[in-house]
């Protein structure tokens, strides 16, 4: 069974704060993505990346920065938190494109 | 960009019945579409995808049809159980302009099977 951990599970952070969310798999997965999940909108693409030491911008990345430092891990950056990014955020992996996700537990964060 | 709209926000079943969850999406071109659930204060998990070479497939209860011709495709699940109670997300993705791995998700869907 794929593995991917997020961390922290939840988060309070003020506004105007600098927030990291990060992901682990032990997949050996090639793609990793982050999503953010607002009800009533699904799941919303916000970085991605294919290979360590690259990312690439998703559908929603304004305010957003990522980081893959290795092929295991893939981080979050919100540099000045605002209250529209409060959410719940999805950590993903996958063996190359257009195979299945396997999602971890998920963040939710509050920004207050 | 891809628009993939599921057009039950929420749908209610009896044990037993079958349920039918659908999903349009604006891209001809795209080419791969997976279904995930969520159940109630969990994380998403992979149900059941279809690629645009095939227009059916079956995996146990669950069904996906996929008409290219209606940008349309469905989540056919029969004999349901309460543990089928979930969200269920579709998604599209492989369309023009669309890079690699870049899913495109609908709102969800929230399926309730009563007892």
């Known amino acids: 069974e794929a593995a991917v951990t997020q961390s922290p599970r939840s988060k309070v952070a003020v506004t105007g704060g600098k927030v990291t969310l990060s992901c682990h798999q032990t997949n050996n997965h090639d793609y990793m993505y982050w999503y953010r999940q607002d009800t009533g909108h699904g799941l919303r693409l916000i970085h991605y990346s294919y290979v360590a030491d690259s990312t690439e911008k998703g559908d929603i990345p304004d305010g957003y920065k990522a980081s893959r430092p290795s092929q295991e891990n893939f981080s979050l950056i919100l540099e000045l938190a605002s209250l529209s990014q409060t959410a719940v955020y999805f950590c993903?992996?996958?063996?190359?494109?257009?195979?299945?996700?396997?999602f971890g537990a998920g963040t939710r964060l509050s920004v207050l | 960009g891809e628009k993939v709209e599921q057009h039950e926000s929420t749908l209610s079943v009896r044990e037993g019945d079958s349920a039918v969850i659908n999903c349009t999406y604006t891209?001809?071109?795209?080419?791969?579409f997976p279904w995930y659930k969520q159940e109630a204060g969990k994380s998403l998990h992979f149900v059941i995808d279809?690629?645009?070479?095939?227009d059916r497939k079956q995996s146990q209860r669950l069904t996906v049809l996929l008409d290219k011709k209606a940008k349309r495709f469905s989540l056919h699940i029969t004999a349901t159980q309460p543990e089928d109670s979930a969200i269920y997300f579709c998604?599209?993705?492989?369309?023009?302009?669309?890079?690699?791995?870049?899913?495109?998700f609908g709102a969800g869907t929230q399926l309730i099977v009563i007892p």
């Open positions: 998604a599209a993705s492989g369309g023009r302009g669309s890079a690699l791995g870049r899913l495109h």
């Open positions: 891209d001809t071109a795209s080419s791969y």
């Open positions: 993903a992996s996958s063996v190359g494109s257009q195979n299945t996700l396997y």
């Open positions: 279809i690629r645009s070479n095939v």
